[in-house]
């Protein structure tokens, strides 16, 4: 397997526009996350699906944010519009049962940079 | 409020040194404590977990131990090799009625020098 596919990799966006970050879970996965990394807060969780359904939202960080997953292997993370202070790499994970125990396999993550 | 606090913040010890990370954490409830290794430019890799009931594991040449009483974790890496270089995160998970509640430490940042 590919392991977690993450596009794009890098993406430099004007403030007021929108992003869409994409996300291929490792095939056979149920649980997917969305996670945002910075140098002020570090990680965090900020979305979790379990067999394609939305589980737990409460780390999106805005209503400006929101996630989708419209099939077991594809999901997307939306912010309209951006601002500069959402500026992050963006992380996407997937992992097979027993939440919180078993191991979660991140991708490469998408480095946003928001003017 | 659940924090998990690393330390140091950085390191930087010489090739085939030896080297300690520790993370403390108020987290309530607790389920388990994973070390993550991140490489520059890329995701975190799980390197260990720990339940309550375990005080000792290893990973090759990481040993990670746990303190479920005075709620403290470390991370020694023996023999250190430049590929150790990275940043090590702590994270201890929570779980209330099912749900997946991560608190993560903000990382030590390891450096091996040759």
């Known amino acids: 397997d590919a392991g977690v596919i993450q596009s794009p990799r890098h993406e430099v966006t004007e403030m007021g526009q929108e992003v869409t970050l994409r996300c291929k879970p490792i095939s056979g996965h149920d649980y997917l996350f969305w996670y945002r990394q910075t140098m002020m807060r570090g990680l965090e969780l900020l979305i979790y699906f379990n067999n394609n359904v939305l589980i737990d939202d409460s780390g999106m960080p805005e209503d400006r944010f929101s996630a989708k997953m419209p099939n077991a292997s594809f999901s997307t993370l939306k912010i309209q519009p951006s601002e500069p202070r959402d500026s992050a790499v963006y992380f996407c994970?997937?992992?097979?049962?027993?939440?919180?125990?078993?191991?979660?396999?991140f991708g490469p993550g998408t480095r946003l940079t928001v003017l | 409020k659940n924090q998990v606090e690393q330390s140091p913040q950085s390191l930087i010890i010489l090739e085939g040194k030896n080297c300690t990370l520790q993370?403390?954490?108020?987290?309530?409830?607790?389920?388990?404590l994973r070390w993550y290794k991140q490489d520059t430019g890329r995701g975190p890799v799980s390197l260990t977990i720990m339940t309550f009931s375990e005080n000792t594991k290893s990973n090759g040449r990481y040993t990670a131990t746990l303190d479920a009483d005075t709620k403290q974790s470390s991370l020694h890496i023996t023999a250190s090799q430049l590929s150790d270089s990275a940043s090590y995160i702590c994270v201890v998970s929570s779980s209330s009625g099912g749900s997946y509640i991560p608190t993560f430490g903000r990382g030590t940042s390891l450096i091996v020098h040759p």
């Open positions: 994970a997937s992992s097979l049962g027993r939440i919180s125990y078993n191991e979660q396999f």
């Open positions: 993370c403390n954490y108020t987290v309530s409830p607790f389920s388990n």
